[in-house]
């Protein structure tokens, strides 16, 4: 029987050919997660509606060390994003300030180019702080601030979970006017005597609304608490939670808030669908069919467990399917490289839990698959974020049962 004719294809696409076939949802079960429907996530794109922001102002015309701005030239800036041009100011003079911008904005920059600034004038005695909430995001942020601060005589330390916490503790004992770091090590280091939060300044919160959503406020209240020479608080994030407010109002006060985009919405250049998974068929047969298709080139699945994550992989690569994982099981050596795998297209499909969802730099990831429906709308939002980044097309497609 051919695909089209096969009735357990009905309401799917038609991935062979790229046709796409009319599904009929009215009639099925609405499957919800906290809320959500399959209508969720559907979304047509609508790039006509995404109009690129130009800032008015070059790289080189930022009021920002000229050393800063050759460092950002070599690495092929040549404006700043929206984010980055309309925190800059706030940021450099020193105010609180919230930050709300989706995935691959340049979110990092945004934070990063005006402190390195501020830590190079003569009358800065402070030190930086910035949290994040995983390994992946911390490690991306200190190459970033190296790269920025390139031949400044500034230094960093990350600290991440999945290391030596010896030769964390001897890194501390060095000169650093950064450090960066996830929760629950940085909170380690506190309570050993390791790190002195009374030499920091300036707190950072990378994606700030994951950082409390992921159960990390008891430690960032402790660690924020400990600053007790704290002058400057800066968040930055994709989404926004009413519901964190109360915490947010208490670590920050008076910010000055951009919002480049709502968040609330997925991005509007993402193609978004669903597909149903009927009786008799099985999620790993659709997978494997979608994925064999050239058109499917760069693409990362999503699954709740890490146990789901560790046998879709095996299952790919059984299907004869170059893939890997990430997830917290994994030693951090392991994550790196098989992200630097993906990166560089040696595997063609990464499977990982939410840990791949918040911040990460990865180019070009032509689809994102929830595996289950995500939890919710804002891990929804992260989840595909990955894809059709800093205006580029990309497609999203759920799997509900």
Known sequence: MGYKNDPRNRGRKNFRNGKKETANFSNRKKHTAKGLTPDSFIRKADPAEATAYMADRLIQELPVHDSIISNLRKKGYEKPTEIQDKTLEAILEGRNLIGLAQTGTGK???????????????????????????????????SEFR????????????????????????????????IIGTPGRLTDM??????????????????????????????VNRLAGGMNRRSQTVLFSATEDRSQKKIIDELVENPYIVRVRTGNISADNIEQEIVTVKDGETKMEILLEMVRNDSFEKVLVFADTKRGVSRICRDLKRGGVT????????????????????RNRKIKVLVATDVAARGLDISHVSHVINFQQPRDMESYIHRIGRTGRAGAAGRAITFVN
């Open 108 to 142: 990092t920059g945004a934070f990063l180019i005006p402190l390195v600034h501020n830590l190079l004038r003569k009358d800065s005695s402070g030190h930086v702080l910035v949290i994040s909430p995983t390994r992946e995001l911390a490690l991306q942020t200190d």
């Open 147 to 178: 790269s920025i601060a390139h031949g400044l005589k500034l230094f960093s330390t990350c600290l991440i979970g999945g290391t030596s916490v010896r030769r964390d503790i001897e890194n501390l004992r060095k000169p650093g006017h950064i």
């Open 323 to 342: 893939a890997d994982e990430i997830h917290g099981d994994k030693s951090q050596n392991y994550r790196v490289k098989a992200l630097e795998s993906f």
């Open 190 to 219: 506190v309570r050993q005597g390791a790190l002195d939060l009374r030499r920091f300044t300036v707190l950072v919160l990378d994606e700030f609304d994951r950082l409390l959503d992921m159960g990390f406020a008891p430690d």
